[in-house]
């Protein structure tokens, strides 16, 4: 398996633009999650699916944020309207069960 | 949440064995200690977990204090590739809830 798939790798884009990052979980596995890292904050858990069901969005910091799982294979996280604050690294990551969760490389995202 | 405490870095030289302390004091009797790493530019990844026995893989060893209130990631034969940032992390499940929440982590230094 080629593990858990982000793209873009790296986005730059201006503010206001509408920012879409995507997500291909290993096969199998019934959960995904979304997290963010900045140097301020560390890495900070967004959002988690179980079997494409959105189970907590407690850590998505507004409604300018949103997320999918339209199948088991795949996973949206959308910014819109994109912030300069919003810069960070995203990552996204899956996990069997309750086995141990494996990360994608992220996506690097600038907002200018 | 329960939180755990880490110190913010450590320095260690190559080949030589490595004690990472975390400090949880507030840890419940169904958390599991979880512990990941990062290397630079990486996404995190898993290393080791336990419950109340200390627990060993190829990686890394847990050793987990008798009150459960500490622990420790030892790393046998510290090299060069060890040089990451170290997670340690309580499960959360409660209500149906299971996600892991990362802090800021312990960087660790491994000097040739």
């Known amino acids: 398996d080629a593990g858990v798939i982000q793209s873009p790798r790296h986005e730059v884009t201006e503010m206001g633009q509408e920012v879409t990052l995507r997500c291909k979980p290993i096969s199998g596995h019934d959960y995904l999650f979304w997290y963010r890292q900045t140097m301020m904050r560390g890495l900070e858990l967004l959002i988690y699916f179980n079997n494409n069901v959105p189970i907590d969005d407690s850590g998505m910091p507004e409604d300018r944020f949103s997320a999918k799982m339209p199948n088991a294979s795949f996973s949206t996280l959308k910014i819109q309207p994109s912030e300069p604050r919003d810069s960070a690294v995203y990552f996204c990551?899956?996990?069997?069960?309750?086995?141990?969760?494996?990360f994608g490389s992220g996506t690097q995202l600038s907002v200018l | 949440d329960a939180k755990t405490t880490q110190p913010n870095s450590m320095e260690s030289n190559e080949e030589e064995p490595v004690h990472l302390p975390c400090n949880h004091s507030t840890i419940s009797g169904t958390d599991y200690i979880h512990w990941y790493r990062q290397l630079p530019s990486q996404g995190p990844e898993y290393v080791i977990h336990g419950l109340t026995s200390n627990v060993n893989n190829r990686m890394a060893s847990l050793a987990i204090a008798e009150d459960r209130k500490s622990s420790t990631l030892i790393l046998h034969r510290a090299t060069l590739r060890d040089a990451a940032v170290y997670y340690c992390i309580l499960r959360d499940v409660r209500g149906g809830s299971e996600k892991l929440v990362f802090g800021k982590g312990m960087k660790l230094t491994v000097n040739p």
């Open positions: 990551a899956s996990r069997p069960g309750t086995g141990k969760l494996f």
